[in-house]
């Protein structure tokens, strides 16, 4: 829990800074993990194990609110409730030897929670799998399947974050930000609406400062100066 | 007609014996055929025809409620309503030989309801394609489009399926049936409620008797022994 | 927006002519667009731009309410409105040296609308890096991400094309027109509300002349003579 709740701080510490551009979470050592401890949802009462899932949930959702991209790094094992937070990121790097499962069954906690992250971003037969079998798959798996952006080879794996984080750093964090809370909003939406509430959202894009630069210095042949505010 | 009754009373059959842990369809042949019988639908009227499309619906919805694990075998050609049988099934594995195709609309009968099946599985641009087109594609194909779990030579076909039952039949019946009930659940929530009914499964699994038992023997390292009863 | 009037009015000219069997969408030259001009949203008010958002959202529906298949052809770089207007085809073939992106963050306006598109083909991890980074995407990426339904290469996309479009013109038009337009609609359904509809459906799509053709020259074992009229 106080893993959690650390994560979870500083994740929301101070979302407005325009300092702030894009977050990367990754794991120290090879395994990836949330912060879940079963000594712990074993030896507790029901009161602190709802808080356990409860801090997760909030931090996830918390992700999907953030201004700015938030990107995990995997180069190891991402289990359980760790490769729920992997997959609830907004993009997913994992070096070729990396390993994504959900084995909680095996010890009688079914990962109902981290099928929840899965499910959304995995086909059907692929998820049933990893939830059902708590067998691993591995990152070319992953990949495949959705769960991964981008599989790399773990000494390019730096290299990779750095080229995603520099594509987000040259752009207007306003825009940005603009965009992530849409492209999050309309996923719930049908088409058409989506697509009503998308105009919208547009003509609110092309009133920023940002667009008004962007646009300008686009047509003058020159490098935007940002300003990253809304 | 007599085929899918068969099929839909296996299924089904005794649902609550503690013995069943998980079920494997497969063909008798290279054909996998869910018994729709175009002859028959030629020949009858409409009130046998809708008892047909009535059955077919009945077995799909069905193998999402039972409280066990419904893998696929595939060895050979899936098409139309064997493929939307497959398509339904919780984990499907296919050789590397086998194809799958909606190719209905050949004989003026579109693969409407087939269509229900793979497009919840497939992206959009493919299951379009199959259904449009009529033309097959390949387990590869499937496997990249998420029809498919996972594909593997012919020779290791009932390895691989092995595999899968033996990792099933490892698990608490309880709580894998909990697991499954929840995971089709919550695909049809919008995310925060997804979490909200996630955290409350998860405190209905907390109290199962095998899930006291796995926590308990994962700290006392030693193996589970499953009641497997809810 | 000459452009754009000029491919909507292309688009829906005749949709009831029975010697309209499929639509195949490709640019001139390498660059795939959908007529937008960073120019005109610059200059002008917000009257003209809504009006822009508007007819791309137009066209994009329409394709979907068209009674034939819509297939776009990609050799080259579809990018922004024009990564949009490939992914809202019915189904889509692209030479393996083209790619995908959606760049416009790069200059201010981030790709919401396209967004929309590309949101509801690819998994999340994949489109959130697409328009949050604005990289491109290689062909292969595109294929693995479900936004592309076949990759080929460049000296075989017309015979790839030839042979989709000789599959759906063996087709009765009826059938597949009646088809289409439920595969869409069951998309937005539960299932067991899919099924439903996918049944009266079938019992539609039976009465149809075009089936009855069907069935019986199946069983006839000769070719149909579609009238391709509902």
Redesign the interface.
Known sequence: MAMMNALHKDLVKDPDDTELRCIVLSAEGKIWSAGHN??E??AND?AY??EV??KI?DI??DI?KLPV?VISKVNGMAAAAGCQLV?S????VASDKSTFSTPG?????????P??AI???????????M?????PITSQEA????????VVAEKDLDHTID??TR??K???RA??S???Q??YE???L???D???C??S???E??E?D??????????EKRH?VWKHKA
């Open positions: 079963l000594k949802l074993q029901s194990r709802n899932f409860q949930t996830i959702l999907q991209p997959a990121c907004d993009i997913i069954a095996s010890v009688g906690v079914f990962c109902n929670t099928g929840v499910g959304r971003v995995m086909s059907r037969p692929k998820s049933a799998y939830l059902m079998t708590g067998l990949y495949v399947a959705g769960l991964v952006t981008k080229e995603i594509a987000i040259s752009k207007s825009v940005i603009l965009g992530k849409f492209y309309q996923l719930n049908p088409l058409k989506a697509y009503k998308g105009q959202k547009m003509m894009n092309l920023l940002d667009c008004k630069e962007g646009l300008t210095s686009f047509i935007p």
